[in-house]
C-alpha cells in the first residue's frame, strides 16, 4: 500500500520513527510534511493527508499530531475521509473492522511511539468487515453529500 503520512511540530519526532515502520512494514511512505519542530498549523497537514487519500495517490493516510484530535477533526471536513483516533490496538482494528477508517490518527503527546507502531500495524492489517457495518459506513457517507 501506499501510505500518506503527516503531522504538525508536534507530531514530527513521531513521523519520523513511524515512517520507518511503515517500509519496514513493506508499505510505501508518501511524507506530506511537516519538516521540523518548527510551530505550523496542523489543518494544512491533515488536509494534504486526506486529499492524497481521497485522490487516490494514497492507500490510507497517517496523522500525528500533540492528541490526534486536531487532525482527525480537520481531515474528516474532506468528504471520503474517515479518520480515526487510535490509542492501542483494539481501537485501531475496531476503526477498521466496523468504521472502514482510511486515516490513522495518534497523537504524540499521549501515545508512546512504540504504542502508535504496534497500533499501525494492527491497523494496517485488518481488514472493514463490512456486512451490517457497509450499511453504516454508507450512512456516513450520505451525511456528507447532504452538506
Not at 501510505?3 to 519496514?24: M, N, P, Q, R, S
Not at 519538516?35 to 485522490?55: I, L, N
Not at 482510511?102 to 468487515?129: D, H, M, Q, Y
Request: with cysteine; hydrophobic share 40%.
Amino acid at each position: 500500500m501506499k501510505i500518506a503520512i503527516g503531522a504538525d511540530h508536534a507530531g514530527f519526532a513521531a513521523k519520523e520513527e513511524i515512517k520507518t515502520v511503515i517500509k519496514a512494514l513493506g508499505h510505501a511512505v508518501i511524507d506530506q510534511g511537516t519538516t521540523g519542530e518548527a510551530s505550523v498549523d496542523y489543518p494544512d497537514f491533515a488536509e494534504k493527508v486526506a486529499r492524497a487519500v481521497v485522490s487516490g495517490e494514497a492507500d490510507r493516510g497517517v496523522l500525528l499530531c500533540g492528541t490526534g484530535i486536531g487532525m482527525s477533526i480537520a481531515a474528516n471536513k474532506v468528504q471520503g475521509i474517515r479518520a480515526a483516533v487510535i490509542s492501542d490496538e483494539k481501537t485501531a482494528a475496531l476503526s477498521r473492522q466496523h468504521n472502514d477508517a482510511n486515516i490513522f490518527c495518534a497523537g504524540s503527546r499521549v501515545t508512546p511511539v512504540v504504542k502508535i507502531a504496534e497500533s499501525l500495524k494492527v491497523w494496517l492489517e485488518t481488514p472493514f468487515e463490512g456486512g451490517r457495518h457497509q450499511n453504516r459506513v454508507g450512512k456516513i457517507s450520505a451525511i456528507e453529500k447532504s452538506r
